[in-house]
């Protein structure tokens, strides 16, 4: 018989690290999720959550992940080496980092923690949007390859040139349906990635993309392993806003639905800007 | 002459930190801040980020601190260690670690940046509050120690055992004014803490408080020293929010705004609670 060959996904490829000993890794970067001046944060983030999956030591799922972005990386190689920082009962702590060369290119700290079943409730509520299917698809011909890697479909401010001026500022608000692209069932690696697909919120605000870069970026993650599961491959309901503008810096939080009306995960970052 | 003696504040005495060599320092836990099961988060986040601050190569203000509580910090002398990982044009990013004989108790990255000038736009708006003397404050005759440390002048959602049961959740959105208790003219230290002293949002939304604990918590400064000088002394405007409590853990957002309606601060944790 010959195998059937099934191609990895772009975002498996982007994430994949081989093994140098316990900890330690190396990968590299990959054209597929290229941004204006090195590869997506996102796909940065989730490299840097799989090292701590990766860890032999490692029990349960992903509740925290902040990301700092230190330096831009440079298409290559890069080492990433992860330490257990405490071993708790209840939650383990982990240190990320991600270096090339003498360069720290970004850090992580990450916790996990056991599956439990506990009391629960939701006070936020789902955006109401319109179907995947009856909502368009935003051209990604001739942008950032990383945006094609994605299948973006706003209902809600979809990120334009020039709808908005520093005179006359606009919304920074957004509602979208986003899934990979290919599509690609849902796990732990894909919604940390996804929790930094929200465009650069001054292109919304100011209408133009000055040098950019988000500083810090962190994910927590109010699912488990059934939750993602149960959403597969379908489009997340994605809501993101920002709250200011100043001194340099704004701030930026996300939420990310599943398409049955549960926050799988919610993210905040704090993105420096020139000008 | 006698010199006058000026009582230090309490603040001031729990992240006092003497200095061990470069990046490395000795401190003690105070009674003023304790918690149920060890000392305030806020103080040990405010820690963290003065062992940052006294570094001699350190540049600009914070712009970004997450800060992992790891164990419980017990009661005495714990050790700082702080490191530079990048020292960046725009940015310095750090990792501090606070142990205790062999175990991390917590560990935090920080973001400092110059001070910059650039465009400014806020979008988000400040909560409309009575004044500070219109609203009660908030009794802490009988409570955890830290809480004697703030003035709280609750205009929604005073943290209140009973209100709510788990079959009858409550809201988990706050209102309220807040100050160091006595007044202390704010600074970066005193805006971390604050940034912290939102009380367990588990008995605004489920009425009791089993055992819980932050597992981490990211604050944003989006002010300069100016703003924080102009503010003084004089209570912020703090509101809070909750998503979702879901598999023992459970999301928080916090906004801190200066009484003229600038964002100070904005701040998110992840909690981790039992059953």
Redesign the interface.
């Known amino acids: 018989m010959t195998p059937t060959t099934i191609a990895e996904h772009p975002l498996d490829k982007a994430v994949r690290l081989e093994p140098r000993g316990v900890g330690l890794y190396r990968g590299a970067t990959t054209p597929d999720y290229w941004n204006m001046a090195g590869p997506f944060g996102g796909t940065t983030a989730a490299i840097l959550l799989k090292a701590v999956l990766d860890h032999p030591e490692r029990r349960g799922r992903p509740?925290?992940l902040?990301v700092?972005f230190?330096?831009a990386v440079a298409e290559g190689e890069f080492e990433v080496s992860v330490r257990l920082?405490?071993d708790?009962r209840?939650?383990q702590?982990w240190?990320v980092?991600m270096t090339q060369g003498e360069?720290?290119a970004s850090?992580a700290?990450a916790?996990t923690?056991a599956?439990?079943?506990?009391?629960?409730?939701?006070?936020?509520a789902p955006p109401v949007l319109p179907p995947p299917h009856a909502v368009a698809t935003m051209p990604t011909d001739g942008r950032n390859a990383w945006l094609k890697r994605y299948e973006f479909r706003y209902v809600l401010g979809e990120p334009t040139r020039g709808l908005a001026s520093?005179e006359a500022?606009g919304?920074?608000a957004t509602q979208a349906w986003v899934r990979d692209e290919p599509a690609r069932p849902l796990d732990y690696l894909a919604l940390t990635a996804l929790s930094d697909t929200f465009v650069v919120k001054i292109l919304n605000?100011?209408g133009d993309v000055p040098p950019v870069a988000t500083?810090?970026l962190?994910t927590?993650f109010?699912?488990?392993e059934a939750a993602l599961a149960r959403q597969g491959a379908r489009p997340l309901a994605a809501v993101s806003?920002?709250?200011?503008?100043?001194?340099?810096?704004n701030?930026q939080?996300a939420?990310l639905w599943s398409d049955d009306g549960q926050?799988l995960a919610?993210s905040?970052q704090?993105v420096?800007?020139?000008?």
Chains 1, 2 share one sequence.
């Open positions: 509740v925290a902040t700092n230190c330096a920082v405490r708790g209840s939650t702590h240190n980092e360069t720290v850090t700290s916790v923690g599956e439990r079943d506990t009391w629960s409730h939701a006070l936020a520093a500022p919304s920074a605000v100011r500083v810090s962190s927590y109010m699912a488990d806003d920002a709250r200011v503008f100043r001194h340099g810096f701030d939080s939420e926050l919610v905040h704090v420096w800007f020139k000008g």
